[in-house]
Each structure stands twice: as structure tokens, then as C-alpha cells.
């Protein structure tokens, strides 16, 4: 029993009409086959098929057979099985089990079918051109819903060691050249290998026969020409657009991320929605953009630099007047800012101007001078920040008393912090505190 194919003889064939040859229903029989391991699904062997089968890097067809949703199809020895999810009704009329001999209409998802032959022959042009300018040979090829990657290992040109930006920009070129120039794709079955190795093909023939050869351009003069199994258009121009998104080391080898046809377009098109308010910001053209972003940084960076400077000063200001402040306690006397009792007195500075990592390290400056409680408070982030030599407890005042003004926080003895959503809230939660502490 063997499945006629019939996307070899025509690519473009969306739908056609099969007859069942055998329904399998044990999940264990189609997981030993191949299939995917999905409740609720069956597999179907059909006389002929429009659905591709997954195999040379390709995913496989979806779409229909009558109703009912074809999620994975597969081959082995020359057998195509179609992976459906079981019908909620009789399939055809009578169980799954006796829909043997019934005649079923074959759909595929058309736009995931061509996107996949854009891929496919961007693949092989791409791989060409890197082959033909590099002695770069294609290890490895993998299609993704929306991107490719092709692993490509310099071997047959000595002269080239690793990839350049310039070399990977020259092969882009040479593939988009050959897709514009519209190059005919032919697709050659041979029933052996001899046949099949008059074509000048770029990888050597594995195997032994059934051997199907892909050639973009002439025989004489191919943009590529190697054995493949998966779908591609008629012509090169088809593909559109080829693009490459990343290069990254992988393996020894180098790992380009592709982007090809519908996939490609879609990716100009988001950029092109980041790059033009982009250049509107920076009044600048798309090849001026990186060069005025570089000044506009190092302008921020100056800036930043100021701003840390004139901060820093500011802090270490405000340390020395908060351990000014606790010296004076040194008279035996309580003034403002301190309040609650000379034994334990509490200090509140509130600051619109620092944020909370400002007063961390504010307060983590003047631990050793701290009598009591010192309350630092960061207007803008309505939080409250505690410090102590651990008497009082910092992280006991938070957890025990702010979320009772619904606020949350924690820490330890001697630091702790407490957030608030209301500026009332914080007030009250700092009233608190000081009669707490009276």
C-alpha cells in the first residue's frame, strides 16, 4: 500500500477527493507510527493526498477532511497518515470504525501551505548563495511558524574562517538578486541515485533512491540545486523577500535567523511602525538614526553623570545635618524635629526630592548616630522608611501596625519600609507611631 502524493504532481492543488483505505484508533498503534501524542484524535490512510507530510524541516499541512480538523500528518514507508481530532458526531454517517471505502473531500490551510513553500525555496536559494560565494554548507534547517534558522559551517573555502557583516549582507543580496530575477523551481524525481547525479547538486546524495531533486534556475547555472522533499513554488519570485533578522554562534557553526516571504513582509512592516516615529522624534532620517541617538546619549549620559554628582552631594548634606541633630541631643534637651520623649525620641524628615534607594542610603549613613527612631519619608512614593539601633524594632512597627491604615511593607530591627496608597493613610500610620512611642 503506498499514498499517491498528489501535491508532486501539483503544488498548487488546495483540496481533492480520497477514498479511506484504513482508520486507526489505537492510540498506542499511532504512537508507535508516528503520530502525536493528542487525546480525542484518530489517523487516516487515504489513496492520495493533497496534505504534506512533515519531513525535510517542513511541518506538515493542516486544514480539513470533511468537518473535522486535521492537526498533523506523517509518513512512513510511503504511507501518509492524517491525524484528526475524533468528530463529536458519526463520521460520514457511520462510526470512525467502518468509515472504510467512504469517499472524504481533503481541504488544506492554503496560507500556511505557500508560506511554507516561500520558507522552503528562500531556504534553499539562501543556502545556495552561502555555498557558492563561502564553501558554507548547510548543517542544519529548522521551520518555525514565523522565522527559519539555518545552521551554515564554513568547510569548502579555506580562505574563510568565520562570517563578517559585509559577506552575510553580500549573500542576502545574492538571494534577493535571484529571487527578482524570477528563476523558474523545478522539482525532478528519480527512482535512483545515478539518475538523480546529473544535476550539480550542492550536498551529496544520501540516499539510494526515490530521490527527488530541487532546482532553482537552470541546470547549467542553479542559484541551488539539492535533494529535497518539501513544497515550493514554480518560480523564485514567488518567495518575495528573503531577510536575515540574527547571526549567533551555535556548535562550531553559525546560526542565521531567516524571515522569508509573507514572514519577511510582516517584519518591514513593525519595523517600519518602530523606526518612523523614531525618526520623527530625532528629526533624522533612517540611516541618520543610530548616529543621532549615540549624541542624544552621550548628551543624557552627561546629564546623568551631573545629576549623580549634585545628589550625592545632597545626600552626604543631609547626612551631616541629621548626625548634627543627634548631637545636640548631647544638652539633654528635646527640640523640634524630635518628638515623643528625650529616652526615646522619634525624628521625621520628609523629602519630595529623593527617592526611596536616596533614603536607604541616607539612612544607612547615619545608623551609627541614631537615638530612638529615625522616620525618613519619600513624599512622591508615599513610603515611610525606618531606622533604629534595633530599639525599636523597625520591622515589628511595620508589620503589626500598617496594614491597619492599608499599607504593606517589612524588614528587619534595625531598617525597615512601609507603602501606602493614600497620603492620609501614611499621616495617620506617622501619628501612630509617635504616640506609640511617647
Known amino acids: 500500500m503506498k499514498t499517491e502524493r498528489l ?40 489513496d492520495k ?29 510511503n504511507i501518509v497518515y492524517h491525524q484528526l481530532a475524533s468528530p463529536s458526531s458519526s463520521f460520514l454517517g457511520a462510526s470512525i470504525e467502518n468509515a472504510c471505502g467512504k469517499t472524504v473531500t481533503c481541504q488544506i490551510d492554503w496560507n500556511r501551505r505557500f508560506l511554507h513553500m516561500q520558507m522552503h525555496c528562500g531556504e534553499h536559494i539562501l543556502s545556495g548563495m552561502f555555498y557558492q ?66 544535476f550539480p547538486v550542492r550536498k551529496k546524495l544520501e540516499i539510494e533512491e526515490n530521490i527527488s531533486i530541487v532546482c532553482v ?25 528573503i531577510k536575515i533578522i540574527r547571526m549567533e554562534n551555535y556548535k562550531g557553526m553559525t546560526r542565521f535567523t531567516v524571515k522569508a516571504g509573507q514572514n519577511a513582509y510582516n517584519h518591514f512592516v513593525l519595523e517600519h511602525k518602530v523606526l518612523t516615529p523614531l525618526c520623527e522624534r530625532f528629526s533624522a532620517e533612517p540611516h541618520q538614526l543610530l548616529e543621532k541617538i549615540k ?11 551631573e545629576l549623580y554628582e549634585l545628589k550625592k552631594k545632597m545626600i552626604g548634606n543631609e547626612i551631616q545635618k541629621i548626625e548634627s ?26 523629602y519630595d526630592y529623593f527617592n526611596t534607594d536616596d533614603l536607604q542610603t541616607l539612612g544607612r549613613h547615619v545608623t551609627a548616630s541614631i ?23 523597625c520591622g515589628q512597627l511595620v508589620r503589626e501596625n500598617a496594614d491597619i491604615y492599608q499599607g504593606k511593607g517589612g524588614g528587619n530591627a534595625t531598617c525597615a519600609r512601609a507603602i501606602f496608597t493614600k497620603t492620609e493613610n501614611l499621616e495617620t500610620y506617622l501619628d501612630l507611631l509617635e504616640k506609640h512611642l511617647r
Open 217 to 241: 534556475g537552470s541546470k547549467d547555472n542553479p542559484a541551488d540545486c539539492v535533494a529535497c522533499c518539501g513544497t515550493h513554488p514554480s518560480t523564485a519570485g514567488q518567495v518575495g523577500l
Open 295 to 305: 549624541i542624544q546619549e552621550k548628551k543624557s549620559s552627561a546629564v546623568r553623570k
Open 133 to 198: 560565494e563561502y564553501g558554507g554548507v548547510n548543517r542544519g534547517f529548522h521551520m518555525g511558524s514565523d522565522y527559519m534558522t539555518i545552521d551554515i559551517r564554513l568547510e569548502e573555502k579555506p580562505e574563510f574562517t568565520h562570517f563578517t557583516e559585509d559577506m552575510v549582507s553580500n549573500v542576502e543580496r545574492l538571494a534577493n538578486k535571484a529571487i527578482w530575477s524570477n528563476v523558474p523551481v523545478s522539482v525532478h524525481y528519480f527512482q535512483k541515485k545515478s539518475e538523480a547525479e546529473v
Open 371 to 393: 537615638k530612638g527612631l529615625l522616620i525618613l519619608v519619600c513624599e512622591p512614593a508615599l513610603t515611610v522608611l525606618l531606622f533604629s539601633n534595633g530599639k525599636p524594632d
Open 7 to 46: 501535491y508532486q504532481q501539483n503544488v498548487y492543488l488546495k483540496q481533492c477527493e480520497s477514498t479511506i483505505l484504513e482508520v486507526i484508533t489505537d492510540l498506542k498503534t499511532m504512537k508507535n507510527l508516528g503520530a502525536k501524542e493528542q487525546p480525542n484524535t484518530f489517523c487516516l490512510i487515504l
Open 325 to 350: 541633630l543627634y548631637a545636640s541631643l548631647s544638652t539633654n534637651v528635646l527640640f523640634p524635629p524630635f518628638k515623643g520623649s528625650f529616652s526615646n525620641p522619634i525624628m521625621i524628615q520628609s
Open 49 to 77: 493526498t493533497v496534505f504534506f507530510p512533515e519531513g525535510g524541516g517542513q511541518p506538515s499541512d493542516i486544514g480539513f477532511i470533511n468537518d473535522c480538523p486535521v492537526s498533523y500528518v506523517f509518513e512512513k514507508d
